[in-house]
């Protein structure tokens, strides 16, 4: 049994979210009627409501809506306050600090966790408030890092009422709809969503899985052996494919796809690349199936890519892969 | 020719502009799940988009050095994955990375 420690390295957990006091007074400043408030625990309670709804107008009417709020929240509270850090400090510093305070923030709860629950719920973007939002604790991790400088009353205010603020909310005129942050999120050391045997964001009653930052089926977790080839080969998102490499291991990933290794050679990178081929003709396919292991030269990843079983070889393999042939092939700069 | 790789795109130096629709829009291909996308940054440059084959293809008119970019398409930060490449002046095709699906004999674009 492994120590939990062993699976990832940041565990946060938060308490339900309270943000009635919150979304009043960004109504109130943006002079519009104060909203009903509807707080969902999880994605697809979310869902379910909004789609008992003229989800399209929804969405049309929170863009809208989230315009007007962006307005007032830039106006009233954040240009004053920029104004005065610009005052008094030079661009070095600004950079600097912005550099410093605003990246942990926005990886972990913009990049991260709104991210991951957007592509799950398929909200379109432009229907997520601007504010509340999480790029708000980025920037105001930024604002008040320069401590000696007096944030404004009202500022200091909506700062103070985002530790209420919800993961994600809706805005419409009458009404708000908000997600509620997972009760419990679990990253790795590079700040990516990442566990490796249970969900990564745990929503009551509702878990999403995640392999470092990508969102992946529960299936690879609850029920790796019922994976299929096709299932596989039909996941059309490479960083998705090479999520089931990497949990399945290459081993049992070839294995499910009954497959020999054809040809191997070590990249101009010194990378390891391998070509493999179906041990028989695919039944559906009618022919023989064939990958390209291939190592990004950058982030070191390895992706699967299917290719056709004419291809004799890696170089000829991953040439393909661009439209080319060995011949052609020869990049002058890879990263 | 000239040839760059930055991840699954490839940045290949061609001798004439093809017949192309012009665009504003820098980003070169956009990845999914992760926010990111390959950009090609600088202070002169002339992006294309034309239909091959069914697919949208970028071609680039470098007048004055330029760099591509992988960067969130949010925050237009790096991603800290594929380090800029910079590119000369001249015009370019961008070739996205494919893959052949057994299955319906078709060719698809890479998304990652």
């Known amino acids: ?335 | 020719m000239k040839q760059f790789r930055h991840g699954d795109i490839l940045i290949e130096r061609i001798d004439t502009l093809p017949s192309a629709q012009p665009t504003e829009n820098n980003l070169l291909a956009q990845g999914e799940g992760r926010n990111h996308g390959h950009y090609i940054e600088g202070d002169d440059v002339e992006i294309y988009l034309a239909n091959e084959s069914g697919t949208e293809s970028h071609f680039l008119n470098i007048k004055t050095d330029a760099k591509i970019r992988h960067l969130k398409i949010d925050s237009k930060n790096w991603t800290g994955e594929h380090h800029d490449i910079s590119i000369e002046p001249g015009i370019y095709r961008v070739i996205r990375q494919r893959e052949f699906d057994p299955y319906l004999r078709t060719i698809r674009i890479v998304k990652d």
């Not at chain 1, 059309?236 to 049992?252: D, F, H, P, S, V």
């Not at chain 1, 499910?256 to 054809?262: A, F, G, W």
């Not at chain 1, 081929?277 to 390209?292: I, M, N, T, W, Y």
Request: hydrophobic share 40%; proline share 5%.
């Open chain 1, 1 to 335: 049994m492994h120590q939990e420690q062993d699976f990832y390295s940041h565990v946060e957990e938060r308490k339900p979210s309270s943000p009635r006091a919150l979304f009043d007074f960004l109504y109130d400043l943006a002079e519009l009627p104060r909203p009903e408030l509807l707080l969902f625990e999880n994605p697809s309670e979310l869902l379910h409501q909004l789609n008992k709804n003229e989800l399209r107008s929804v969405f049309v009417e929170a863009s809208s809506v989230s315009r007007s709020i962006a307005l007032a929240v830039i106006k009233q509270l954040a240009k004053p306050q920029i104004n005065a850090i610009t005052a008094a400090f030079d661009y070095e510093t600004i950079k600097e600090k912005r550099a410093e305070k605003w990246q942990l923030p926005a990886l972990k709860y913009t990049d991260g966790i709104l991210n991951t629950a957007i592509e799950h719920t398929g909200i379109p973007r432009s229907a997520i408030s601007l504010h509340p939002h999480t790029d708000d604790l980025a920037w105001m991790a930024f604002i008040t890092s320069f401590k000696e400088l007096k944030i404004n009353e009202k500022l200091s205010q909506y700062f103070n009422l985002l530790k209420q603020m919800p993961l994600l909310s809706i805005c419409t005129k009458t009404a708000v709809y908000c997600l509620d942050w997972p009760m419990k999120s679990t990253f790795n050391q590079n700040w990516l969503l990442h566990h490796e045997s249970d969900a990564a964001l745990k929503f009551t009653n509702d878990f999403i899985y995640v392999w470092k930052g990508v969102s992946v089926t529960s299936k690879l977790f609850t029920a790796p052996n019922k994976i299929t080839k096709e299932e596989i080969i039909s996941e059309q998102n490479a960083e998705r494919r090479r999520c089931y490499l990497e949990i399945l291991g290459a081993k049992k990933f070839a294995n499910l796809l009954e497959l020999d290794i054809r040809h191997s050679e070590i990249d101009a990178k010194g990378n390891l690349q391998v070509l493999y081929r179906s041990r028989d003709k695919d039944l559906v396919a009618k022919e023989f199936l064939q990958f390209a292991k291939v190592v990004c030269p950058s982030t070191q990843r390895e992706y699967f890519l299917c290719v056709p079983a004419y291809l004799n070889n890696c170089t000829e393999a991953v040439a393909w892969t661009f439209g080319k042939t060995p011949e052609n092939y020869k990049p002058d700069v890879e990263t």
